[in-house]
């Protein structure tokens, strides 16, 4: 399984952008999925997860009401819509895969199978 994160980039504070994960190899038709994100110098935090198939979604307190995650129906992998973007989100966002539709902790990366490279997100 490949997963490949695309969308990011660099914005000014209170932009918007829109990250997308494709995959290969991956046949999972129902898996809870998530973006997760790391700062230099900090720990990989979870930012927002989805039960593809199910539409159950879970988000960081720091990003509830300014992101969106979403599901491409066709590709089953997540969409991230992130509006009013600030400095402090500025990070390398990485797209990840359950290997199993319901885990008990979907915030934690420990609790994720697959991880795609990452793309970088700045807001300055």
């Known amino acids: 399984v490949q997963l490949v994160e695309s969308g990011g980039g660099s914005v000014q504070p209170g932009g918007s952008l829109r990250l997308s994960c494709g995959a290969s190899?991956?046949?999972?038709?129902?898996?809870?999925m998530g973006w997760f994100r790391q700062a230099p110098g900090k720990e990989r935090e979870g930012v927002a997860s989805?039960?593809?198939?199910?539409?159950?979604?879970y988000y960081a307190d720091s990003v509830k009401g300014r992101f969106t995650i979403s599901q491409d129906n066709a590709k089953n992998t997540p969409y991230l819509q992130m509006n009013s973007l600030r400095p402090e989100d500025t990070a390398m966002y990485y797209c990840?895969?359950?290997?199993?539709?319901?885990?008990?902790?979907?915030?934690?990366?420990?609790?994720?199978?697959?991880w795609g490279q990452g793309t970088q997100v700045t807001v300055s």
């Open positions: 990840a895969a359950a290997n199993h539709p319901y885990i008990l902790t979907p915030m934690d990366p420990s609790a994720y199978y697959y």
């Open positions: 190899g991956y046949t999972y038709s129902s898996n809870c």
């Open positions: 989805v039960v593809i198939g199910e539409g159950l979604t």
